[in-house]
T-cell receptor
Framework: DSGVTQTPKHLITATGQRVTLRCSPR?????VYWYQQSLDQGLQFLIQ???????AKGNILERFSAQQFPDLHSELNLSSLELGDSALYFC?????????????FGQGTRLTVV | SQQGEEDPQALSIQEGENATMNCSYK?????LQWYRQNSGRGLVHLIL?????REKHSGRLRVTLDTSKKSSSLLITASRAADTASYFC?????????????FGTGTRLTIIP
């Protein structure tokens, strides 16, 4: 158990809909990262937050947004969903803002858009 | 885009043999990390090697780093069936003080009992 909790584990929704994925980082970790893993694109970095502030942005679509709350949990919002958004979405946390230390990954949310 | 490229894409070996996976990357790095992913599950950190280190050991794992060639290798000795998984290298880049961890495409390792 990495200590990072993601909910829900599975999500099936229709095209055009909006979903929210939730992540609780390890106790004491201030940094949260979101990744998307699909068969054709591999593991893609989406966005990083540190202590409530956005710190780095990757290949995140404009239809996607995220935030980190004062209690350090984070949410990834996916809107106007398309079939191609079907993927595993991972959250990771680390104690520091950078990657000098290891990142701990949650078990992921498997999103299926039908 | 992927920073790292693992080689080979897939590897099957007999239990007890050693497995070697390679990773090449493109830009300068602060550190390089190896992760394991069991099918459909989260990634688990294995080992981190800093840019000023050349070799690191952790149990049955041995990692080397050659910054001049922008490459790293992961050696798993005396492989076990439980080592069957996908292995990813990830590089941490210093980009204006904000690092992001960029993953390679992974090597799918199968240990044959």
């Amino acid at each position: 158990d990495s200590g990072v909790t993601q909910t829900p584990k599975h999500l099936i929704t229709a095209t055009g809909q909006r979903v929210t994925l939730r992540c609780s980082p390890r106790s004491g970790d201030l940094s949260v990262y979101w990744y998307q893993q699909s068969l054709d694109q591999g593991l893609q970095f989406l966005i990083q937050y540190y202590n409530g502030e956005e710190r780095a942005k990757g290949n995140i679509l404009e239809r996607f947004s995220a935030q980190q709350f004062p209690d350090l949990h984070s949410e990834l919002n996916l809107s106007s969903l398309e079939l191609g958004d079907s993927a595993l979405y991972f959250c990771a946390s680390s104690v520091e803002v950078g990657y000098s230390a290891e990142a701990f990954f949650g078990q992921g949310t498997r999103l299926t858009v039908v | 885009s992927q920073q790292g490229e693992e080689d080979p894409q897939a590897l099957s070996i007999q239990e007890g043999e050693n497995a070697t996976m390679n990773c090449s990357y493109k830009t300068s790095i602060n550190n390089l990390q190896w992760y394991r992913q069991n099918s459909g599950r989260g990634l688990v950190h294995l080992i981190l090697i800093r840019s000023n280190e050349r070799e690191k050991h952790s149990g049955r794992l041995r990692v080397t780093l050659d910054t001049s060639k922008k490459s790293s290798s992961l050696l798993i000795t005396a492989s076990r069936a439980a080592d069957t998984a996908s292995y990813f290298c990830a590089t941490a880049n210093d980009n204006s003080g904000n690092e992001k961890l960029t993953f390679g495409t992974g090597t799918r390792l199968t240990i044959i009992p």
